[in-house]
Nanobody
Framework: QEQLVESGGGLVQAGGSLRLSCAAS????????MGWFRQAPGKEREFVAG????????FYADSVKGRFTISRDNANYSLYLEMNNLTPEDTALYYC?????????????????????WGQGTQVTVSS
């Protein structure tokens, strides 16, 4: 199994921006949809954003729509999450994940069981 490694997290003030990256160790991920999830302390892991295998389709949680942008660079086996106008409610451990399909339906994006590879996560903390 190839590895997924997230980076780019950190501490930022409310209203600030961060760009998360997810690097895959091999090209398998280029054939599948990818997603970002997050988990805040004491809360369940939740879907944030997803992108189809060629990047032509994206899907966002309502809570981040208009503020976050997911993208991918298949030539470099990488996935990104641009996060703008951050709020303290965005504080969480952010995970990238590889889906088990190239394209997902709107209901499938949100289900963590549709993803079979996960990174270790990168912490994002937004101060008020």
């Amino acid at each position: 199994q190839e590895q997924l490694v997230e980076s780019g997290g950190g501490l930022v003030q409310a209203g600030g921006s961060l760009r998360l990256s997810c690097a895959a160790s091999g090209r398998t991920v280029t054939l599948y949809a990818m997603g970002w999830f997050r988990q805040a302390p004491g809360k369940e892991r939740e879907f944030v954003a997803g992108i189809s295998w060629r990047g032509g389709s994206t899907f966002y949680a309502d809570s981040v729509k208009g503020r976050f942008t997911i993208s991918r660079d298949n030539a470099n086996y990488s996935l990104y999450l641009e996060m703008n106008n951050l709020t303290p409610e965005d504080t969480a451990l952010y995970y990238c994940a590889k889906a088990s399909s190239p394209i997902m339906s709107s209901s499938e994006w949100r289900r963590s069981e549709e993803y079979d590879w996960w990174g270790q996560g990168t912490q994002v903390t937004v101060s008020s």
